[in-house]
């Protein structure tokens, strides 16, 4: 096993998810089996009861993990199916460490961060290990001097003591910024950088410039002299311009899979990434463009709903088609209406959320989809909405709700799942992980997926109440996907309706560029037939 470690210097979200899911991306092209890891130095144990405005989407692995989005980048660039070894915090680390402690499996020794943390890192390394492949692509999160990514620094230098020179390489994420006034870039940012990854006794082997210029000869030779690294392994890493799929080509014509595999010693054929540029072409030259509308209430970040995002794209490319993706707040639905923002819309799409804000600004965007035959995809609560819709308005039970933006409902459609009712803690305490899902014969879903069996990604506390089966079914509810006991409600549909599907789960996780996932698939080819 080969190992690679990514640290980011001078500021934070320089893309280090990015380029190690890139180098993934070209050392597999290389045929090589590669493993990705992120490290984590918040004191979360997850990620999971983080603020999406503050963090981001949180990507639910098979497993149940509730993780960084940056796994997401390394299932959607790599082959890897990953799982909860995959993304270690530093909660879990201190939390690991303190159980034994209270065990006395330290037999009465005094607990440190050296070795007791630090070793605790390495053996997340090591069991990771034990997996079949060649590389292991370990992240570091944070910044280079950060406090609480030392332990995890120092942990990566014991680890490359014990596994030996030619077994590791150290790929340094840097900013090299461009000043306006003095017209050129700026490399002592990056110098600073270095000699504090210096200090902690890490050596990069190759640094990664993100930059907004192209880095001429000068100060390629400038960078290689004072951060101490051969000239051929500074890498050239300029903001994409159309997507981030570009990126692995972008380092490919850097050579920085050539450059890691000599330094590691892996002796390799070029790889061939035909299969990748063609995927490229067409998110980047479309023969058409279709509208999307997105109407959710974490709008304003960007990482919010980033594998939806992404979902979008992979399937559009599918059809040789682009996205005009139009982001809606769903709290300017709840002021203004409906058919103000989405009348322009080939296809509505109302993702996940927790909390009541907005709730209705959904529920308004889901009728408006019903009653105008627009397609909609309601991911998780975008399929919960719906149904609130479709009984306050179809099946005519007003107020209907649920019972988790109001416990007293007189009609709670959607409400707690059994196991749920006892729950206390937040974290990792929701219906997670891989779930199997039996689609009824006839129905839309099975026309989109293709089989009747499927197994998808949950994340969710609430669920269809099964009381109401009976009148909502009578009146053009269609379930069409339910669990293997047909005690919970997984996939709906309407009835007379072109394309109207609803999952209770969140299938935007499964998706990669050249393997869409069937039902944003299925959307966006409904999208496109709504415009003809």
């Known amino acids: 096993m080969k190992y690679i470690f990514v640290t980011g210097g001078v500021v934070s979200s320089l893309g280090k998810g990015l380029a190690a899911a890139a180098l993934g991306t070209l050392l597999e092209h290389r045929g090589l089996r590669v493993i990705m890891q992120k490290f984590d130095p918040y004191l979360n144990v997850d990620p999971g009861t983080m603020n999406p405005f503050q963090h981001g989407e949180v990507y639910v692995l098979n497993d149940g993990a509730e993780t960084d989005l940056d796994l997401g980048h390394y299932e959607r660039f790599t082959k890897g199916v990953l799982s909860r070894a995959n993304n270690i915090t530093s909660g879990q680390i201190y939390e690991t460490v303190l159980t034994k ?67 590791f390489l150290i790929m340094h994420v840097t900013l090299v910024p461009y000043i306006k006034a003095a017209g050129e870039l700026k490399t002592k940012p990056s110098q600073q950088s270095i000699a504090k990854l210096r200090e902690i006794g890490l050596y990069p082997h190759v640094l990664i410039c993100r930059c907004e210029r192209p880095l001429d000869a000068e100060v390629r030779q400038k960078l290689s002299l004072f951060c101490n690294v051969p000239l051929d ?77 992404e979902s979008l794209t992979h399937a559009a490319a599918s059809h040789d088609c682009g996205i005009k993706l139009k982001r809606i707040d769903a709290e300017d639905i709840e002021k203004n209406g409906p058919a103000k923002y989405l009348h322009e819309a080939a296809g509505i799409v109302v993702p996940g959320g ?20 627009t397609p909609y995809l309601g991911l998780c609560l975008g399929m919960q909405v719906a149904t609130i819709e479709f009984a306050r308005n179809v099946c005519g039970l007003a107020n209907a709700n ?68 009976d009148l909502m079914t009578s009146n053009g509810f269609i379930i069409s996907g339910r669990s293997p006991d047909g005690t919970l409600v997984e996939l709906i549909e309407l009835a007379g309706h072109p394309w109207f599907l609803a999952c209770q789960y969140h299938p935007e996780f499964q998706s990669k560029p050249n393997s869409p996932h069937p039902l944003f698939r299925g959307f966006i080819g409904a999208c496109l037939a709504h415009l003809s």
């Open 101 to 167: 402690e209270r065990r006395g499996d330290y037999l009465g020794k005094t607990v440190q961060v050296i070795p007791h943390v630090t070793d605790e890192i390495k053996a997340n390394i090591r069991r990771l290990a034990e997996q079949p492949g060649d590389v292991i692509i370990t992240e570091i999160g944070g910044t280079t001097g950060d406090i609480e990514g030392l332990p995890f620094l120092e942990a990566i230098r014991q680890f490359t003591l014990e596994v030996g020179h030619g077994n």
């Open 233 to 309: 392994a500074v890498v050239e890493a300029r903001d994409v311009d159309n997507t981030i799929y570009e990126m692995p080509l972008m380092l490919q014509e850097e050579k920085l899979d050539e450059t890691v595999c000599r330094i590691l010693g892996l002796n390799t054929p070029p790889g061939d990434t035909s299969d990748w540029k063609k995927f490229v072409q067409r998110v980047v030259s479309p023969k058409k463009r279709v509208t999307i509308a997105v109407v959710g209430k974490y709008i304003d970040h960007q990482d919010a709903y980033k594998s939806i995002y």
């Open 354 to 373: 927790f909390g009541d804000r907005g709730v209705e600004g959904k529920i308004s965007a889901a009728g408006f989809a019903r009653e105008t035959k």
């Open 402 to 469: 649920s019972t988790e933006f109001d416990l007293d409902t007189p009609h709670p459609v959607i409400a707690l799942l059994d196991e749920q009712r006892s729950v206390t803690n937040k974290g990792a305490s929701m219906r997670l992980g891989t779930w199997p899902t039996h689609i009824r014969d006839g129905t839309l879903g099975r026309q989109v997926y293709g089989t009747g069996e499927i197994s998808e990604r949950h994340r969710h506390r609430y669920e269809f109440n099964m009381k109401y089966h």
